[in-house]
């Protein structure tokens, strides 16, 4: 080919209308948007339904639940001289439900533009971050109020822990052990997080949710049953410094739960409209309180989760 009629036939790329090259054709190629909203990824949360609820609905700003103490035994009786009265005792555990809520704005201007609901969409969202702060803090309640602990391995002090330190049988049957030794014989669940499930379900022996054979093996976050207790999964047991604390919890010889959730007030979704500044205020709110009913029916097992 004459070099004469190459340059003839080659492609302008300053005046050639090309994608690549001009400002003026990437002008006229708009953005393609999937106008489906896919799914935010939930935490598996499954705490507060182990707990023992309260109607605290009716008027009054706390509510208080009375326990019964554990008398001493009886002692021997000498002939005539009289028995020793004994001292009755109870416990109180006092409720005092605070306001827990969230809360997203839009403006109309938003709303008549975007190419989903955006006012359902948050409604959605305020709905599973309220039930995700009731979550997080029903652990927090139970690891603060537990009265027994135990450290995977035997490891003196929690900053031991090693990555070795793994959730192992003999850290569970000991949590069983420290509650039975306290009175509470009837440990249920067991509480792990997603890297103690790893750990949990390489040791191999754990019987699986899906081969129970009941209604038990759709409970949400149940994985399976180890030592007589009901395994669950949940985000809410959180790591820190590679260290994370599962729960055992028992219940009381009534059957009562360990811990306690006191509804004051059912969760509420609000909207206010703002004309002045055409926007609209979405708030979500509710009121409860968790308080741990009988200490010594929780252990934590503290091992090393990343």
């Known amino acids: 080919?004459?070099?004469?009629?190459?340059?003839?036939?080659?492609?302008?790329?300053?005046?050639?209308?090309?994608?690549?090259?001009?400002?003026?054709?990437?002008?006229?190629?708009?953005?393609?948007?999937?106008?489906?909203?896919?799914?935010?990824?939930?935490?598996?949360?499954?705490?507060?339904?182990?707990?023992?609820?309260?109607?605290?609905?009716?008027?009054?700003?706390?509510?208080?639940i009375t326990v019964d103490d554990a008398p001493s035994a009886a002692a021997a009786l000498v002939e005539t001289t009289d028995v020793t009265i004994s001292a009755y005792s109870t416990r109180n555990v006092t409720y005092t439900p605070t306001e827990q809520g969230a809360a997203y704005q839009v403006t109309r201007k938003e709303a008549v533009r975007s190419f989903f609901d955006v006012m359902s969409r948050m409604v959605r969202k305020l709905g599973y971050s309220m039930a995700l702060r009731?979550?997080?803090?029903?652990?927090?309640?139970?690891?603060?109020?537990?009265?027994?602990?135990?450290?995977?391995?035997?490891?003196?002090?929690?900053?031991?822990?090693?990555?070795?330190?793994?959730?192992?049988?003999?850290?569970?049957?000991?949590?069983?052990?420290?509650?039975?030794?306290?009175?509470?014989?009837?440990?249920?669940?067991?509480?792990?997080?997603?890297?103690?499930?790893?750990?949990?379900?390489?040791?191999?022996?754990?019987?699986?949710?899906?081969?129970?054979?009941?209604?038990?093996?759709?409970?949400?976050?149940?994985?399976?049953?180890?030592?007589?207790?009901?395994?669950f999964v949940s985000h809410s047991i959180t790591s820190s410094s590679s260290r994370a604390k599962a729960l055992v919890l028992a219940k009381s010889g009534s059957g009562e739960a360990a811990l306690g959730y006191a509804i004051k007030r059912d969760p509420i979704i609000e909207t206010e409209y703002h004309a002045l500044g055409r926007y609209w205020d979405i708030v979500g709110h509710e009121e409860y309180d968790f308080q741990v009913l009988h200490p010594n029916a929780i252990c934590t097992i503290e091992t090393y989760s990343a």
């Not at 990437?26 to 939930?42: G, S, T």
């Open 134 to 231: 009731k979550d997080n803090l029903a652990v927090s309640v139970a690891r603060a109020g537990a009265g027994n602990s135990v450290i995977v391995n035997d490891v003196s002090v929690a900053t031991d822990i090693a990555s070795t330190d793994t959730l192992n049988y003999a850290a569970i049957t000991k949590a069983i052990q420290e509650n039975a030794a306290d009175y509470y014989i009837n440990s249920e669940y067991l509480v792990i997080n997603y890297y103690q499930e790893k750990q949990l379900l390489d040791l191999g022996t754990i019987n699986k949710a899906n081969e129970f054979g009941t209604r038990d093996a759709i409970q949400k976050g149940l994985i399976g049953e180890l030592f007589g207790l009901k395994v």
């Open 1 to 64: 080919m004459d070099k004469r009629e190459f340059i003839k036939r080659a492609l302008d790329t300053t005046n050639g209308f090309i994608l690549s090259e001009s400002a003026e054709a990437q002008a006229v190629n708009p953005n393609i948007w999937d106008y489906k909203l896919r799914e935010f990824e939930e935490q598996n949360l499954v705490v507060t339904n182990l707990a023992e609820s309260y109607d605290l609905r009716g008027p009054g700003s706390d509510l208080k």
